[in-house]
T-cell receptor, first 115, second 112 residues
Framework: KAGVTQTPRYLIKTRGQQVTLSCSPI?????VSWYQQTPGQGLQFLFE???????NKGNFPGRFSGRQFSNSRSEMNVSTLELGDSALYLC??????????????FGQGTRLTVV | SQQGEEDPQALSIQEGENATMNCSYK?????LQWYRQNSGRGLVHLIL?????REKHSGRLRVTLDTSKKSSSLLITASRAADTASYFC????????????FGKGTKLSVIP
């Protein structure tokens, strides 16, 4: 079974631009979450999608948005990029069992550098 | 926001020794999980312990959970150079959505 796939792996953008990152979950997984990892703030939850609905969002400005498609693939978008948005963005998917006691499967991440 | 705090922040040991990492958290949880990350790559799930469990084993890993002290520990026995990585604890406290709150991590170096 293929793992969680994130594209692109590396990205360099200029301040003020916008960026879209993509995540394909493991086949059959319907829950997709996004996390931002920076040296200063560590790993922080961005949002979770399940069956095309955003179920929760972390404490990030409205410049950060996401969506999920009917095939469970997800995208996140960051508009008006700032230098502080430089980070490793990680996507995770979860098996379709009910309940919270399941592990998350992470992709390799997209390394975004804003210059 | 960070809920878990790992201790120590960095740990350097010789191959064959045991490594112990500790994690503290602040709120009630559904479960606590440990993940490993190699050099800024993706996170690999190691073990999940539910709030009603006290100890769990998986291969060379042993995890304990003390909900009264809101703390957990990860023990890696007979460490190998390949265990060199950053280790994160993550708590899951949600009811309607799945959200992991991570600690800052422990950077483990295993010297051959």
């Amino acid at each position: 079974k293929a793992g969680v796939t994130q594209t692109p792996r590396y990205l360099i953008k200029t301040r003020g631009q916008q960026v879209t990152l993509s995540c394909s979950p493991i086949s059959g997984h319907r829950s997709v979450s996004w996390y931002q990892q920076t040296p200063g703030q560590g790993l922080q939850f961005l949002f979770e999608y399940f069956s095309e609905t955003q179920r929760n969002k972390g404490n990030f400005p409205g410049r950060f948005s996401g969506r999920q498609f009917s095939n469970s693939r997800s995208e996140m978008n960051v508009s008006t990029l700032e230098l502080g948005d430089s980070a490793l963005y990680l996507c995770a998917s979860r098996p379709p069992q009910t309940g919270m006691n399941t592990e998350a499967f992470f992709g390799q991440g997209t390394r975004l550098t804003v210059v | 926001s960070q809920q878990g705090e790992e201790d120590p922040q960095a740990l350097s040991i010789q191959e064959g020794e045991n490594a112990t990492m500790n994690c503290s958290y602040k709120t009630s949880i559904n479960n606590l999980q440990w993940y490993r990350q190699n050099s800024g790559r993706g996170l690999v799930h190691l073990i999940l312990i539910r709030s009603n469990e006290r100890e769990k084993h998986s291969g060379r890993l042993r995890v304990t959970l003390d909900t009264s002290k809101k703390s957990s520990s990860l023990l890696i026995t007979a460490s190998r150079a390949a265990d060199t990585a950053s280790y994160f604890c993550a708590t899951n406290s949600g009811a309607g959505s799945y959200q992991l709150t991570f600690g800052k991590g422990t950077k483990l170096s295993v010297i051959p």
